[in-house]
Structure formats: structure tokens, C-alpha cells
């Protein structure tokens, strides 16, 4: 992380040049650490999503939240408001949908909505993309404004930005290794957790309520990044055999990393052309993963 960290900030400079300072502490720190901070965030979350619904697919996307949040950036920008406003629309629109998804699931499945998360998910995750679909339609001339945002990135960083997320990571990442013993007993069936006094199903919430707050702020100031929350948490499911706080850590230092390795491959790959975050990490996620699948499915087989 460390190695990767300082090639973000100090590489390609004119050490000559007397802009240099401002370049690294106004420009390219700010970048980094929001950088570092999402793919923290993001990662986490995914892990909590996954080992909660017992799903290797679960995600921010999975789940309807990007949807929510996207919808909610768009309202804000169609609506004329100013830039401020574009990220707490995105979370408020994140948190409603996931309470909109457990009330689906709840009344999908009697018992432990949980389960029905997923499906609830992807079902309003469409309908949302199709209400955000006839917004562009009513004002095609913002197409632009929200284009940006659905591909997100980290080239317009501020200060202010890594404040907000970095506060909410730290209170969620404390509260989550607090819960640390409880969340493990999750890996066992529903009847045996419960048989050890755990409320299976309020602690489920909250740990998807936490998961929740810190992707949504995430995804609303720096927009819509997909792949990394599903991928990284199941390469460390798979290659990594230890307890559920060191996988937590794990995730925390690999999503850092892997974030910040995106965000400046696209900055240099085809410079002076930004290439987003988001698509840097789809182009070598998606491989990873299928590797990752056809591994898994061969160990299986033998």
C-alpha cells in the first residue's frame, strides 16, 4: 500500500518547477487519500454485504443502492440544485432504498427477509434505473452532468470530500470490529446462532444498516463505482484462510490499495484522457473473478 501510495503522489513531477508543492498537497493528495478511503469503504461494505446475505454476489449493485444513490444525484441535478447538494441527495436516496428493498423482502419472505435481499434488490434496482432513464429523457441536456457521476472517479478530490468519508469510515470500521464476535457467529447456520442467544435478524440489519451508510456516502461523493466490493472481499474469501477480523483488515488494506492502483493507471494510461476509476477496476475485475470462479469450480470438481 505504502509503495503504491507514494508512486500516486510522486511520480511524473518537475521537481524544478515551483508549482510542485501545490501540485502534490492541493491536487494530487486530496486525490489519493479519497482514493484510498473509497476503496477502504467499498470493500468493507462488501464483505459485510456477502457474509451477511451469504451471497458472493452481493454488493452495492446487487442490492439496489447505486441505483438509489444515482437517482437520487440525478434528481439533484436536473433539478438545477448546486454541487453541494448532488451527494447528500445520493445518500439520503441510498439509505430509502435499502429500507424500501427490506420491506419487499420482508413481505416476500416470511421469517428471515434476508434472503430475498438480493431479488428484492435487483428488482427495484431496474425500476430505478428506468425512473432515471425518463429523467434524462425529460431534460437530455444534464445527460452530460450525470454521465459523470455513474462513471465515478476521483479527478475533482477536495479536502472537504476525504473529511466526510474518512469521519464515517472510522465511526462504521469501529462499530463493525466491535460487532466482530457477533458477525462471526453469522457463519453458522440461522437455528445454531440463535441457539447461542444471538438475534440473528437484528443483527443482520445493522451490520446491512452500517454496510449501507458507508457505501451510499461513498458513492455519493465520488460516484458510481462497481466491482471492487464484489471481487476483492471473495479474492480474500478464497486465498486467505484466517479469522473474520483479520479478513476485515485485509479488506480494508487491499481495497485501499487496489482503489489507488485504478485511479492512477487510468490518470497515466492514456494521458492526458482521465480514464474513470470505475472502468480501470471493471477491466481487471471481471477477469479476476471468472479466474477466481474456474479455480473455485475445479477444487470443487476434485
Not at 447538494?85 to 413481505?107: R, S
Not at 447456520?189 to 444498516?209: D, E, H, P, Y
Not at 470462479?293 to 470443487?300: D, H, K, L, P
Request: charged share 5%; glycine share 8%.
Amino acid at each position: 500500500m505504502i509503495g503504491i501510495v507514494a508512486y500516486a503522489l510522486f511520480s511524473q513531477l518537475d521537481w524544478q518547477s515551483s508549482l510542485t508543492p501545490t501540485l502534490i498537497w492541493q491536487v494530487r493528495l486530496p486525490r489519493v487519500l479519497l482514493a484510498l478511503l473509497a476503496g477502504m469503504g467499498l470493500t468493507l461494505a462488501g464483505q459485510m454485504y456477502q457474509l451477511i446475505l451469504n451471497n458472493p454476489l452481493a454488493d452495492s449493485f446487487t442490492l439496489g443502492l447505486a441505483n438509489g444513490a444515482t437517482l437520487g444525484a440525478a434528481i439533484a441535478i436536473f433539478s438545477g440544485l448546486t454541487f453541494i447538494w448532488v451527494a447528500p441527495f445520493a445518500i439520503v436516496f441510498g439509505i430509502l432504498t435499502l429500507v424500501v428493498v427490506m420491506i419487499v423482502a420482508q413481505l416476500l419472505s416470511s421469517g428471515y427477509p434476508t434472503k430475498s435481499l438480493i431479488l428484492s434488490g435487483i428488482m427495484l434496482g431496474s425500476l430505478l434505473n428506468a425512473a432515471l432513464y425518463l429523467l434524462v429523457q425529460l431534460n437530455p441536456t444534464r445527460l452530460q452532468n450525470i454521465l459523470g457521476y455513474l462513471f465515478g472517479g476521483f479527478s475533482s478530490a477536495e479536502y472537504r470530500e476525504v473529511g466526510y468519508v474518512f469521519v464515517t469510515l472510522i465511526v462504521v470500521v469501529t462499530y463493525l470490529f466491535l460487532l466482530a464476535p457477533q458477525i462471526k457467529l453469522l457463519q453458522l447456520n440461522t437455528f445454531s446462532s440463535a441457539s447461542l442467544g444471538l438475534n440473528v435478524q437484528r443483527l443482520s440489519l445493522m451490520v446491512l444498516m452500517c454496510a449501507t451508510v458507508l457505501a451510499t456516502v461513498i458513492i455519493g461523493y465520488v460516484g458510481v463505482i462497481g466491482f471492487i466490493g464484489m471481487v476483492v472481499p471473495q479474492f480474500i474469501q478464497r486465498t486467505i484462510r484466517a479469522g473474520l477480523p483479520y479478513k476485515m483488515v485485509m479488506n480494508l488494506v487491499i481495497g485501499g490499495s487496489v482503489m489507488v492502483l485504478a485511479d492512477v493507471v487510468g490518470a497515466q494510461l492514456l494521458a492526458p484522457i482521465q480514464l474513470p476509476a470505475s472502468i480501470i477496476l471493471a477491466l481487471l475485475g471481471i477477469p479476476l473473478m471468472f479466474y477466481l470462479m474456474i479455480v473455485e469450480g475445479r477444487r470443487t470438481i476434485d
